[in-house]
């Protein structure tokens, strides 16, 4: 899957599924009806009936991001990935494991799945690097990491906005950057500590932007929903 641009700014906003129950991520998808076209389902879903869900939503023409974080010895994670390929999601993540990388760029070839690697968890700050035994800082790791994941032809990374521009020069205009952590102007923050809003985000290089509270816990989803992909409408070009 190579990366088209321009997109329609409605296909560039993936809804974070982050409830609690297949119910509730269904009353989600119809609430917000048309405005949205792509679904994120993480862990907590995944547990919960959610990735029959995941197929379903393909079935309806809703695209889907699997947010797995494979990570296992490499035909493991390419069996897995072989299942993946079959359920027809777009998206699903690895974490930038040379190994886990090759082992799902290979699987997945010829298919339309794009693997999206994770470079370094955003919760990871310098010190846990060290206590998970690495003698590196973050910003070398997420740079190093990405430029392997070129290499091995990865499709796209999931970063944050802030890491964007930075990513884009390493990486060049070959791969998606997918970007969590968008607040827009007035929304809460809740845990996520480096923030962007929407049109920020664009700015940066970002091509799709993953929004969950800032959707699921508005007073009117469909408009919030609607308010982002205006947003994205007016963000000045990349
Ligand atoms: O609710 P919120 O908009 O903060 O949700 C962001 C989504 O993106 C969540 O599903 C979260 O797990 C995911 N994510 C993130 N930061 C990362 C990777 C994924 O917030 N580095």
Redesign the pocket.
């Known amino acids: 899957m190579s990366r088209p641009t321009p997109m329609e700014p409605r296909d560039r906003l993936i809804v ?1 599924l ?1 409830v609690s129950g297949v119910r509730e991520a269904e009353a989600v998808v119809e609430t917000l009806g048309d405005t949205v076209s792509f679904y ?1 389902i ?1 862990y907590q879903l995944a547990f919960e009936r959610g990735l029959p869900l995941a197929s379903a939503l393909v079935n309806a023409g809703k695209r889907v991001f699997l ?1 797995m974080k494979l990570h296992d010895i490499g035909n493991t994670v390419a069996r897995a990935i072989e299942n993946i390929v079959r359920m027809g999601v777009t998206f699903v993540t690895v974490h930038a494991y040379p190994q886990t990388m090759r082992a799902a760029v290979e699987a997945k070839s010829g298919s339309d799945l794009g693997i999206l690697a ?1 470079t370094v ?3 990871y700050d310098d010190a846990d690097l060290v206590e998970a035994g690495y003698s590196v800082r973050v910003e070398q790791l997420v740079a190093s990491r990405a430029a392997l994941a070129r290499d091995i032809g990865v499709d796209g990374l ?3 906005a802030e890491e964007a521009a930075p990513l884009r020069r390493i990486v060049g205009g070959g791969m998606w950057l997918v970007t ?4 827009p102007a007035g929304a809460a923050r ?3 500590k480096r923030v962007a809003t929407p049109a920020r985000a664009i700015a940066a290089g970002a091509d799709f932007l ?7 816990q508005a007073f009117d989803p469909r408009a919030a929903a609607d308010a982002i992909v205006e947003e994205i409408a007016a963000a000045p070009a990349r």
């Not at 993953?210 to 699921?216: N, Q």
């Open positions: 974070a982050d994120k993480g947010d994770v968890l955003t919760s999931v970063c944050s969590p952590g968008i607040r809740g845990d996520q993953v929004v969950g509270r800032p959707i699921l």
